[in-house]
């Protein structure tokens, strides 16, 4: 089993050139006798197509089969209990999502890529997740899965690329294609990359050899459930949304609950505790990508004064943009509240005063805090 990407297809290499330039190169030569059913030539594409993943950036590439196990009792229980918290397109037609052939008949496997997006977080006042810390990645490894997509359909493939979007369950799926397995925390571990990983599907009707799902070497560990500062990790593999830092100081549209509030910490934006305690994520190797490379914010005082047009200039073609001044100010309450000091106070202060009522809750609240603690 191939968990790195590395090709070992010696047919392939060792095939005439020609041979290989209609595998790789786009569109693929009709005038070649290919038959679809020889597993030689459906080995030579995928180890043609991983090449090209490489070449584009992918760490590791890897095939599902169609039908993957995706853990059905355990996604239907998770809806039923509510744990996706507002996350309503999860919810919405679970069947659907269970099953990939709903999404596209014609589908015969599944591609599955992982992008290294691991980069050391800034020092700075208030942290950000580092899949944040750069340019929005949906966009960028879409373009990059779509060329993959011209290759299938040089092979006459039925095609459907997404990243994160889609109605797919992203991690089991990853982990039935062999990038790695599904860990404790719910992410997907490559024995060789960790878990810093962006995760892009295609949906293909091409036919090629499925990689096989690794064992589980969690073993007895349990650091990212430990780590966990709102018990957001219910039990081994099992997530509750509702608790977790990423979704509240992301996801989550009104006031954060006061019982987190102080367990959020500095987290402005996401929270990487359960990755960066993972054993496996030593292996970790920073990010090629320039695009991901981390901006620079102010300090928070400052960005607590931010108008519409600043948190727009500031954070434009990043994921934090989505996240709408409004509740990137309610973080940075949260974080002053639980860091801060007097210094801090006049900018909360104004906060305080802000017409929506959301920020101005969460400033005298940080206050609040502030001076209790003297």
């Known amino acids: 089993m ?30 070649l006798i290919l ?43 998770w809806l039923a209990e509510g744990q996706h918290a507002e996350m309503a397109w999860m919810a919405r037609d679970p069947e659907r999502r269970l099953d990939p052939q709903q999404v596209l008949p014609e589908a015969r496997c599944i591609i599955a890529c992982g992008f290294n997006y691991y980069q050391p977080e800034p ?13 929005d990645y949906h966009n960028l490894i879409l373009k990059r899965l ?13 095609n459907r690329p997404y990243v994160d979007t889609g109605p797919l369950l992203e991690k ?14 719910t992410l997907v571990i490559n024995p060789q990359q960790g878990q810093y990983l962006f995760l892009g599907m295609i949906l293909t009707s091409v036919e090629l050899p499925e990689d096989s799902a ?15 500062p709102t018990q957001a990790i219910t039990a081994p593999y099992q997530l509750d949304a509702r608790r977790c830092i990423a979704y509240l100081t992301i996801e989550h549209q009104g006031s954060i609950p006061l019982e987190f509030r102080r367990a959020i910490g500095d987290h402005l934006f996401g929270c990487d505790e359960c990755l960066d305690v993972c054993p496996w994520n030593r292996w970790a ?34 994921p934090i943009r989505r996240l709408k001044l409004p509740r990137w100010k309610r973080n940075i309450c949260v974080v002053l509240g639980n860091t801060g000091d007097a210094h801090d106070l006049p900018a909360l202060e104004r906060a305080a005063a802000d017409p929506d009522p959301m920020i101005a809750e969460h400033a005298h609240w940080a206050i609040q805090e502030i001076r209790n603690r003297g």
């Open 2 to 31: 191939e968990h790195s990407g590395v090709i070992t297809c010696k047919r392939f290499w060792n095939a005439p050139k020609t041979l290989q330039s209609h595998l790789i190169r786009r569109p693929f030569s009709p005038s």
């Open 35 to 77: 038959l679809e059913s020889d597993p030689t030539v459906a080995e030579a594409r995928k180890q043609a197509l991983r090449a090209q993943a490489l070449e584009l950036g992918f760490s590791v590439m890897g095939v599902a089969p169609v039908q993957p196990e995706l853990r059905r009792a355990y996604f239907l229980q």
């Open 123 to 135: 020092r700075r006042r208030g942290r950000i997740a580092k899949y944040a810390l750069g340019k």
């Open 146 to 158: 779509k060329q993959l997509c011209t290759t299938l359909r040089g092979w006459d493939g039925i």
């Open 172 to 185: 089991p799926i990853g982990a039935a294609a062999g990038l790695g397995w599904q860990s404790k925390n």
């Open 214 to 228: 690794p064992r589980d070497r969690c073993g007895s560990c349990t650091r990212c459930i430990d780590i966990c």
């Open 285 to 318: 190797q920073a990010t090629r990508e320039e695009k991901f490379a981390a901006r620079t914010y102010p300090d928070l005082r400052e960005m607590l004064d931010w108008t519409h047009d600043d948190f727009h200039a500031a954070t434009a073609g990043t």
